[in-house]
């Protein structure tokens, strides 16, 4: 922390950037990611400081999709994340529930009921519940046949019928929700 952010910044500016010129629409453009990568969505969508260093905003971006993603997670319990959060000095600054704004894109919050890595409830549920008071459109799932590692496996042909994750995604991604007033 926070090099990964800073690359994740400078990957998503540059596509903004190059989108159009390559064929695509710059006005539909989502980060998504799972368990580590949805945090790194998280923070590009919710955290301005890292698209801003790298000549991009937040605004631009459609929405954002997170997958079993960690929001909230000091103090730090996990042995191989201490290290990467600099424990015991883990800037508070570092979780996302700390960023959350009216101007935030609309989520697509994807979660296992039997996630024994990152708790659901406090990660998903608590960031779906600050969007919400702050008015951001956020879409909310919950599966219960899923864990942790299958949620994310789930979007490939051989684990689909473990939970409709890709549906999911894509009824996200084809019909968004609409942005709201706090939001350009």
């Known amino acids: 922390y926070p090099d990964f952010l800073q690359d994740s910044a400078q990957a998503v500016a540059w596509t903004l950037r190059s989108l159009q010129a390559l064929g ?30 790298a000549g991009a905003t937040p605004a631009q971006l459609r929405g954002w999709i997170g997958l079993a993603g960690p929001y909230d997670f000091l103090p730090i319990e996990n042995p191989d994340v201490k290290p990467v959060f600099h424990f015991p000095d883990s800037p508070p600054d570092s979780q996302p529930v700390r960023h959350v704004q009216a101007s935030a894109p609309p989520a697509l919050l994807i979660a ?28 909310e799932t919950y599966f219960d046949n899923t864990s942790h590692a299958s949620l994310v496996g789930s979007l490939a042909r051989p684990l689909r019928f473990i939970a409709p994750t890709l549906d999911e995604v894509s009824r996200f991604i084809d019909a968004p929700p609409p942005r709201t007033a706090g939001q350009s």
Request: no cysteine.
């Open 24 to 53: 695509g629409d710059p006005q539909r453009v989502f980060v998504m990611g799972h368990s580590a990568g949805a945090y790194n969505a998280a923070m590009m969508a919710l955290d301005a400081r890292w698209l801003d260093a």
């Open 112 to 139: 296992s009921h039997q996630d024994k890595l990152v708790s659901a409830t406090r990660n998903t549920g608590g960031l779906a519940a600050l969007l919400r008071q702050h008015g951001v459109p956020v879409v």
